[in-house]
């Protein structure tokens, strides 16, 4: 079952929402002492009003209910670039959990896990493999690579720190292969309780500084992740199976028949981003079709400000900082679009070449 509130950040509010779908969804989970870690998005140091992370309201009346059932909450997230306790402070989080019995700490540890299928093995955070209750709060967003970022893709955050760009290294471009290893973390750590915070969502070229936030009033649960997120996807008109994700998953028999308990609002014209995935064909050919076929990362004029966050964290190392510019190497780049996402200055955005606009006037390469 998927459920589905109207809410607002109104904490009178929000927490009865809160309280409600969870105690719908908690089935006797969340016991005296047990360990239950909280995963939110916590990707870059930014303001609420951006939309960027998971809501601080809504961690803090999960970590409520957590209390109130007489769990241990700890709330953790791997982020891929910069300080933990600056994105706890700027996000919010430090003072609206200021003075409750909770652990907010950085994922750092991790252990290989075995895994069938092509990847082996992934290390995954100790904390999580460890833990009771995983309850993942994720936030609506939309992503350069993936289409969206929901449910399941929250889960790449159980991966810790530089592992992350090695597996985008790893599986290159092809976002089939990424959607694959993400399913595979979501088949593993399979959070019994998911809340998804779509009260101030995104739109556009997110999942950085690069989308826009949109206001839909909606906090979506599910013991189910992937339920979830294939809701999302028919409330946004977006069809679920174009999204990499999804269609791994269905292919794998993941996905599931599901009920809907509320009121699912129809969300008009709710931008994605622009499409990236046109590689195919034969190995050879791959170059020339990324020249001409793939939108590559540009610097927004004069927005950058050399700060190297990208060039730190680009997987193919394809990013140099020259002293006065940023310069890309389009050949080692494998387009995944972390530097967007990680931006902080939003200097970057997703360039479509000629040949790929003109293409896709005749074949549907959308989400609709
Ligand atoms: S593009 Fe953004 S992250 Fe990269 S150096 Fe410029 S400001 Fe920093
Ligand atoms: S330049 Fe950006 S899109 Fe290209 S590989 Fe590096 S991080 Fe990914």
Redesign the pocket.
């Known amino acids: 079952m998927v459920i589905v509130k109207n809410s607002s950040y109104e904490y009178k509010e929000l927490r009865t929402n809160v309280f409600e779908i969870l105690s719908r969804l908690d089935d006797n989970l969340i016991k005296e002492g047990s360990k239950v870690i909280i995963k939110p998005n916590l990707l870059t140091a930014s303001r609420q009003d951006k939309a960027i992370t998971t809501h601080p309201l809504v961690i803090k009346a999960v970590t409520e209910y957590v209390i109130a059932k007489g769990g241990r909450p700890q709330i953790s997230d791997s982020p891929p670039m910069g300080s933990f306790d600056k994105i706890i402070n700027v996000c919010g989080l430090k003072d609206a959990l200021h003075g409750m019995p909770v652990t907010i700490r950085e994922f750092k540890t991790s252990k290989p896990v075995q895994t069938e299928g092509k990847f082996k093995n992934i290390e995954l955070s100790t904390d999580v493999l460890e833990a009771d209750v995983i309850i993942n709060l994720p936030k609506l967003k939309t992503h350069s690579q993936m289409g969206l970022t929901l449910a399941v893709k929250n889960l790449f955050g159980c991966v810790i720190g530089i592992k992350k760009p090695q597996w985008?290294y790893r599986v290159g471009e092809n976002k089939n292969l990424f959607a694959e290893l993400l399913v595979t973390i979501y088949k593993i750590l399979s959070p019994s309780i998911n809340l998804m915070d779509g009260i101030l969502a995104m739109e556009g070229d997110g999942p950085g500084t690069g989308g826009t936030p949109r206001h839909i009033g909606v906090l979506i649960g599910s013991n189910d992740a992937l339920s979830m997120d294939m809701l999302v996807c028919e409330m946004l008109g977006i069809k679920p199976l174009s999204i990499p994700i999804n269609k791994i998953a269905d292919k794998m028999g993941l996905a599931k028949d599901f009920t809907v308990s509320g009121k699912v609002p129809a969300v008009k014209d709710f931008i994605m981003p622009s499409s990236t995935d046109l590689l195919f064909g034969p190995k050879f050919a791959h170059k020339l079709l990324r020249r001409h076929l793939t939108s590559?990362?540009v610097n927004i004029k004069n927005a950058c400000k050399l700060c190297n966050e990208?060039v730190k964290?680009?997987?193919?190392?394809?990013?140099k900082n020259q002293g006065k510019h940023l310069e890309?190497?389009?050949e080692?780049?494998?387009?995944?679009?972390?530097?967007?996402e990680i931006c902080p200055h939003a200097a970057?955005k997703k360039q479509e070449p000629f040949l790929k606009k003109t293409l896709e006037r005749f074949w549907d390469l959308r989400y609709r």
């Open positions: 985008h590559k990362p990208c964290m680009c997987p193919a190392e394809a990013l890309f190497d389009y080692r780049c494998i387009r995944c679009y972390c530097c967007l970057l």
